[in-house]
């Protein structure tokens, strides 16, 4: 599997547990950690696409948008991912694949919300 799937399903896997959420337990926290993550993967999608532009920062839709930024967010980077040069699979500096970052931080904002 490659890193650019590996993201898909990470992306999709937690945008569908975010839709099968309470309201109250995505008014506990989840919520802000699904907009929270949606903006940063945004915003490195944006990084690959326009270099140097200010982002735009996805605005707050409400509790029950969340999970639908999250997977909208991780398959537009994903998208940015595979037309930047080297591919999803390209290091920055020093550390590991752009797409394994993003699946990280996917991972740790479904730990946080407990899902």
Known sequence: MD?????????????????SLPQSRLRQGAAAEGLALARE??????????????????PDAGVFTIADQVAVAGHDLV????????????????????????VALVEAAAGRCGL
């Not at 890193?3 to 839709?19: G, K, N």
């Not at 945004?42 to 326009?50: D, H, I, N, T, Y």
């Open 3 to 19: 890193d650019a799937t590996s993201l898909l399903r990470a992306v999709d896997r937690l945008a569908d547990r975010l839709r």
């Open 79 to 102: 998208h940015a991912l595979e037309r930047a040069p080297g591919g999803a699979a390209a290091v920055e500096s020093g550390g590991s694949g752009r797409a394994a970052e993003a």
């Open 41 to 58: 993967l945004s915003v490195r999608a944006q990084r690959l696409e326009a270099p140097g532009t200010p982002p735009r920062i996805m």
